[in-house]
C-alpha cells in the first residue's frame, strides 16, 4: 500500500544531515557546556553556533535567542515570563482567539494570576484586524501576543501592521512563528516585533527543541530557574544534541526556503484545487490566498472528522482533523469555531500539511481514495440523509 | 595524553544501547504520539513503554511519571506547580539551604509571588535534621522539599524520617532525587513522598529528558499550557527519542544498579582514602559515610578551586569544583558555605564524581597527576604564604 505522509504539522522526520550533526554531542562530544574543562568546549561551541543559525533565521542577534524545550515552551515562556515581568505595570493581556493552545491557555493561566485577556475575534477567513489590537489596548496593557500564521487553517496574519500598533503604544508584541518560521521570510526588525517563538520539529530538526527570540530591553520572568544558564532567562542543562540538530534544521529551512515554498505551494495548490473538483460540499478553510504554503485544510459537510483521519489512515494516508495537540481530544476547533464555522461543518475538518518529500503523486492518491471515503461515511451520516430528503444538493 | 573524566555529575555520555532505541523514533517512527493515524502508534506505545521504565526506577504507577525536558523542569514544576496549585490553602514553602540551585530558585520566585521560604539548614555534614522540618510546619504550610542526596558534597537525606514528618503533618513531600536515583535504591512507596524529580543526563541518558512523579491526588498547576499531553501537566509534543532514551537509561539504570553502585563506591573509597595521604591540607567535604557511591568532594586549604580544573584539564582529567550549572559562574558554592565550611577553604573545592567507566587507574592517575599541580597553585597563593610563615603545618 502506499504511504502518503501530509501530517507534517504534527511531526516532521528528522533530516539526515540534522541527524549527522547530533550523534557526535551524544557519544564522544557529551560533555556540559557549562563545564570549564576541555569536555564542555566543543558542546558549548556547538551550542553557540545552533543560537547562530536559529538566529539566522528570523535575523535575530544570536544573544537574544533563548534556546527551549519546544514551541509550547516558547510560547509559555514568552507569554506569561513577560506578563509576570511586568505585573506592576499591568495586568491586561491581549492575544488572538485563533492562538496556539499553548498561547491560549497560558493566558488562561495568568487569569488565574490576576490578569484581564483581551481574545480578538477573527473574520470568516481567521484573520485578524489591527484596528481591533489597537481598540483593545487599555493603559494596562503589557503584552500584545497574535500568531505569525495559523497552523490549523495556514492563514497569515498581518503582524506588521500589528506591530506598529505595539511600537504606537510601546507595548511588547510577542507572535507564535512555529507553523510559519521556514516556511515565509521572517525578519524581527522588519516585522518589528519583541518576541518571537520556534519549534525545531516544524523544520526538520529534532523534537525536544525550540527558541524564543526576546529583544534585548524586554524583561521576562523564567519558567525555570536554576543554574543560570541562557542568560538565567531559562536555567537547565542544555539539551545540546537537540539543540545542534535545531540549529542545523534552521540554516537548511533558511538556504533552502525559496525551493521548499515554491514546492510545498504548487502541491499545497493543487489539492486545493483538486479536491473540491472530486467531492461535493467540501470547503476550504482560512484565507484563499494568504496562507501557510504547505496549509491545506477543509472541512467536509456533512461528515465527522475522525472516520475520514481513520478510512484515509487504512488507505495509507496520514492527515489530521487539525492540532496535532488536540488530536486524540477531538473536540471542536476553536479555531474553526472563531471563523464562524457552524460545529456541525467544523466536526469534518480535514488538515493536510505537506513536507518537502511529497509529490505529485501524492496529491494524486489522495483524490483517488478520498471521495469514495466520504461517500461511504456519508451514506452512515444521518445529517446527510436529512440534506438530501429536503432536497439538497 | 591519558584523558580520565570525573565529571558524571555534570554530564554523562549516552550508552550505546540507549542509543540504539532512540534512533528510530527520528527517522522512521518519527510521527508525532498524538496522531489518531498508524504514524503515531509506534511513538506513542514506545512514549508509554518508557514511561514504565523510568516509573520502575523509583516503583511509581507510570501514569503519575510527567515527562519532562530535564530535572531542572522537573524541580521547578513541582515546587511552582505544588504551591501554586495550593495558593488558597497557604503560602509557605519549606526547602533545605543545600537544595539544588532549581530548587532554591524557584522557591525564591515563589516570595515574588507572595510566598514565605523557610530554609532549613543542615549540619557540617551537610545532613538536613528531620525535627527541623517538623519545626518549621506552620498552618499555611504547602509544601516540603528536601533532595534525596546532594550532589556537590555526596550527603544523602534522611528523607524516610522527613516524609515521615509530611505524612503526620499532611503537607505534600517532594524530593528532588537527580543526584542519586539509580545510585540508592528508591521506592516512593517506602520512603512515603509524594513527588520526586529525576534527571535522564545523570544516568546515561540523553539530555533534554527528564521526569516528575506526582503522587495520585497532588494538585498541581502546570508549567506549560497547551495541547494537555501529560494528563495537561505538561503541555507540548514529547521528546519521543529523547524519553525513549530516558526509559532504557533508566532501565538499565535499575537492573545494574548493584554493580554500578559497588563499582563506583570502590573507586570512590580508594580516591577519598589516598587523596588525603597524599595531598596535606584537603578534607572531604560532606557526610563521611552517608554519601552518593559515585561522589568524592573535597575542599583544599589555601588555593582556588579554578585553578585546580584548569591545570588538572591541561593533565587529561575533567572534575568540577560543584554543581556545572554554576561552573562558569564560580561563586562561593551555596552547599559548602551551608556546611559553615570558611568562605576560603569552600573556594578550594573539587568534585570528583565518578561513572561506570572508570577505573582504578584513573584513581591512580589523579592520585599522581594532582598533588604537584596543588604544590605549585599553592606557591603562586598569598594565603598558604602567609599559612607558612605563621609557622603552621
Known amino acids: 500500500m502506499r504511504k502518503v505522509y501530509l501530517d507534517h504539522y504534527a511531526a516532521t522526520p528528522v533530516l539526515p544531515e540534522v541527524m549527522g550533526e547530533m550523534l557526535p554531542f551524544m557519544e564522544s562530544d557529551f560533555g556540559n557546556p557549562s563545564s570549564i574543562h576541555s569536555w564542555g568546549d566543543k558542546p558549548r561551541e556547538a551550542l553557540e553556533a545552533a543560537r547562530i543559525r536559529v538566529a539566522g533565521l528570523i535575523g535575530a542577534p544570536p544573544e537574544e535567542i533563548i534556546f527551549t524545550s519546544g514551541g509550547t515552551e516558547a510560547n509559555n515562556l514568552a507569554v506569561k515570563g513577560i506578563s509576570w515581568a511586568a505585573r506592576k505595570k499591568g495586568n491586561h493581556v491581549i492575544i488572538s482567539s485563533v492562538e496556539h493552545f499553548s498561547v491560549l491557555h497560558a493566558a488562561s493561566t495568568l487569569e488565574k494570576f490576576g490578569f484581564e485577556v483581551t481574545r480578538i475575534e477573527v473574520d470568516k477567513h481567521g484573520t485578524i484586524n489591527p484596528d481591533s489590537v489597537a481598540d483593545a489596548v487599555r493603559d494596562n496593557t503589557v503584552l500584545i501576543s497574535v500568531m505569525t500564521a495559523n497552523g490549523e487553517i495556514g492563514t497569515i496574519q498581518p503582524i506588521n501592521e500589528i506591530a506598529r500598533v505595539s511600537a504606537e503604544k510601546k507595548i511588547p508584541f510577542h507572535t507564535d512563528a512555529v507553523a510559519a518560521a521556514g516556511y515565509i521570510p521572517i525578519n524581527i526588525n522588519e516585522i518589528g516585533v519583541d518576541a518571537l517563538s520556534l519549534a525545531s520539529d516544524m523544520i526538520y530538526g529534532p523534537k525536544g527543541a525550540g527558541a524564543l527570540w526576546v529583544r534585548r530591553g524586554i524583561r521576562i520572568m523564567p519558567l525555570f530557574d536554576g543554574g543560570t544558564q541562557e542568560g538565567g532567562r531559562r536555567s537547565g542543562t542544555e539539551n545540546v544534541p537537540g539543540l545542534v540538530g535545531m540549529g542545523k534544521a534552521a540554516e537548511l529551512a533558511s538556504l533552502n526556503m525559496k525551493e521548499r515554498v515554491s514546492r510545498l505551494e504548487n502541491l499545497r495548490d493543487l489539492l486545493i484545487e483538486r479536491l473540491p473538483a472530486a467531492i461535493p460540499h467540501i470547503r476550504l478553510t482560512g484565507h484563499p490566498d494568504n496562507r501557510l504554503p504547505w496549509n491545506a485544510s477543509f472541512a467536509v459537510e456533512f461528515i465527522e472528522g475522525e472516520g475520514m483521519l481513520l ?83
Chains 1, 2 share one sequence.
Open 311 to 393: 478510512l484515509l489512515d487504512n488507505t495509507g494516508v496520514a492527515v489530521s482533523s487539525g492540532s496535532a495537540c488536540t488530536s486524540r481530544a477531538l473536540k471542536g476547533s476553536h479555531v474553526l469555531t472563531a471563523c464562524e464555522i457552524p460545529p456541525e461543518i467544523a466536526q469534518g475538518s480535514l488538515l493536510f500539511s505537506f513536507g518537502i518529500d511529497n509529490s505529485v503523486e501524492d496529491v494524486n492518491y489522495v483524490v483517488e481514495v478520498l471521495p469514495p471515503i466520504i461517500e461511504r461515511l456519508r451514506q452512515m451520516s444521518p445529517l446527510y440523509d436529512k440534506f438530501v430528503k429536503e432536497g439538497g444538493k
